[in-house]
């Protein structure tokens, strides 16, 4: 529970509101939904009454019909014509006398037959288990015509129920026939009366709608019923009630009924979706109402709690810039950003406004105090050189070297003047790197003199590259520490490179020695700043510094070393 409290008091604000919304409306469908289901099952109880009420009715009526063709057959056994003949045919040795005493019987059956709507025919089978067929006729299988007079005749004069087959759909009363003559009931048998019985007549006359009729498993009506009785026997354990299935596909509404004289079960089959095809709809309606409000509120609960949460989201993104140091764009709204309401949050955005203003006021007059002061250290540098006396004096050596003819000294102080010029010089302090290379390359030409076949120095940069600016005084400062780190302390050659590559994000300058190296917390007191170096030159953090201060916080020196591995510093300058 602790876990949960820490979540939701950790979530966003619109976050909460669109949760609480959310719970608000399921509360509301919720409630809505149990009403109307209680509403439904009431619908449905009422609905069972009435059904069962019309079920019973039904069912009264079709054992009424039944109960009439009972005593239908009963009349028939204890007519007294229909006795004598069959006693006669019994006692009679002439098959000519026993043809026409069956004429006479057929006769007299016929009478039942046509006063009879309910039946489909009547069977007789007399003592010499011939049969005598009246009505509309269908031929009994021996072997079902053998089960019938075994039923009848274990039944001793009561009558018999054969229920339908895929045969023959008509239900069967069979019972038989035993003499009697006035009170003497001698009980001789006399033969064996089948009656097969319109259901479909019965139930039309005494049922509407789709009615079911079973004993037990066996199914008594319809021959083709809208699904297998048998699949719901188990819940047909009460004698009456209703019930709710689903089967192929479809949905019915059963209610059931059983006879306490037959023991048969009557169900009346209602579909389910064409009788509460309005209930359907309405439970659908207010499903889909409710989704749709649930949906809307949703959407409105989050259109507010984002009007109320973007300004807050707003103001938390601009202090994060400002945290930085990026107080410029701190203080920029963006450009799809709406009007500041004049509220509290109005109110407060406009006074982060004002701080920011103030705060980057006094960043920029400090960092333009740095600025002055950095330039007057670095022309102070620059003048301690006495420009005139150096240069009358090199120009003196260059004038006897060439007297002498010794071109090598006149190289070299033709290089050394140039350098000093340039040192010296009020010019811009943002050159091209064409002008930068030509201080490089009088450097090197110095240091050849010195260091002769140690000094392996090679540079490549393209010639399209010429007129991207550079900081003065950048990368002799490099080559400088280069051959006093990597050259000097060692007897053998120094590989040093000058080369240029470009990344996606800038234009690099790369200075590579094959040194000794330096190891990791050298290099890392060399970054910060904290080494002092053995020259008086220009130091690394200087010119991270004026590349900073002339392109940007993005641009700047990193150096790469390791012991062993050698030295390589690169410079980030603009594409």
Not at 40 to 45: A, G, K, L, M, V
Not at 120 to 138: A, E, F, P, R, T
Not at 167 to 178: C, H, K, M, N, P
Not at 429 to 447: A, W
């Amino acid at each position: 529970m602790q876990k949960w409290s820490a979540i939701y008091k950790n979530m966003k604000i619109k976050n909460k509101l669109s949760l609480l919304i959310s719970l608000i409306v399921a509360m509301a469908f919720t409630f809505a939904v149990i009403v109307q289901q209680y509403a439904f099952s009431i619908y449905d109880e009422q609905l069972y009454l009435k059904s069962s009420q019309v079920l019973h009715l039904s069912s009264s009526a079709i054992e009424s019909e039944l109960e009439r063709i009972e005593q239908l057959s009963f009349n028939i056994i204890t007519d007294t014509q229909i006795q004598n003949l069959l006693r006669s045919i019994s006692g009679s040795d002439s098959d000519y006398d026993r043809l026409i005493l069956r004429q006479h019987l057929v006769d007299r059956l016929l009478n039942y037959v046509g006063s009879e709507p309910m039946l489909y025919s009547i069977h007789l089978i007399d003592s010499y288990d011939k049969q005598h067929d009246v009505g509309s006729i269908v031929p009994i299988d021996p072997a079902k015509k053998e089960h019938i007079l075994q039923l009848a005749g274990d039944a001793d004069g009561e009558e018999r129920w054969i229920y339908p087959d895929e045969q023959d759909s008509a239900l069967l009363l069979s019972r038989e026939i035993r003499s009697y003559t006035g009170t003497l009931f001698d009980l001789h048998y006399l033969g064996t009366i089948i009656i097969r019985i319109n259901m479909d007549k019965i139930v039309r006359k005494s049922a509407g709608g789709d009615l079911i009729m079973t004993a037990g498993t066996d199914l008594i009506y319809p021959q083709t019923p809208h699904f297998d009785p048998a699949a719901i026997q188990s819940s047909l354990s009460s004698g009456n009630g209703y019930l709710k299935r689903e089967m192929d596909g479809h949905t019915y509404f059963i209610a059931h009924n059983r006879s306490a004289n037959t023991g048969w079960t009557y169900m009346n089959v209602t579909p389910f979706n064409q009788a509460f095809k309005q209930i359907i709809f309405i439970k659908e309606l207010v499903i889909i109402v409710f989704t749709m409000i649930f949906a809307v509120a949703i959407l409105l609960g989050i259109r507010f709690s984002r009007g109320l949460t973007r300004p807050i989201e707003s103001l938390i993104t601009r202090m994060k810039l400002a945290e930085k140091g990026n107080f410029a764009e701190a203080n920029v709204l963006p450009q799809d950003a709406t009007p500041v309401a004049m509220n509290e949050l109005g109110l407060l955005h406009r006074t982060f406004r004002l701080m920011i203003e103030r705060i980057n006021a006094l960043i920029t007059e400090n960092y333009s105090n740095r600025l002055l002061i950095k330039e007057t250290e670095f022309k102070a540098l620059q003048a301690q050189i006495n420009p005139h006396f150096l240069y009358n004096t090199l120009e003196s050596v260059n004038w006897l070297a060439k007297m002498n003819k010794q071109s090598q000294i006149s190289d070299m102080v033709q290089a050394l003047a140039f350098l000093l010029r340039n040192s010296v010089s009020l010019k811009e302090p943002i050159l091209t790197l064409g002008e930068e290379l030509e201080i490089v390359r009088n450097y090197i030409l110095i240091q050849r003199f010195r260091f002769e076949d140690r000094l392996q120095f090679t540079m490549d940069v393209q010639e399209q590259d010429w007129q991207r600016p550079i900081p003065k005084l950048t990368l002799q400062p490099l080559l400088e520490n280069a051959i006093h780190y990597a050259l000097e302390p060692s007897i053998e050659p120094c590989r040093i490179i000058l080369f240029c590559k470009e990344t996606p994000s800038a234009f690099c300058v790369v200075v590579e020695d094959d040194g000794p190296g330096m190891g990791p917390d050298t290099l890392m007191q060399l970054r910060s700043g904290n080494l002092t170096t053995s020259g008086n030159g220009i130091g690394l953090l200087n010119i991270d510094e004026r590349i900073k201060l002339a392109f940007g916080e993005h641009y700047g020196l990193t150096i790469d070393s390791a012991p062993g591995l050698g030295t390589r510093v690169i410079l980030s300058l603009p594409k």
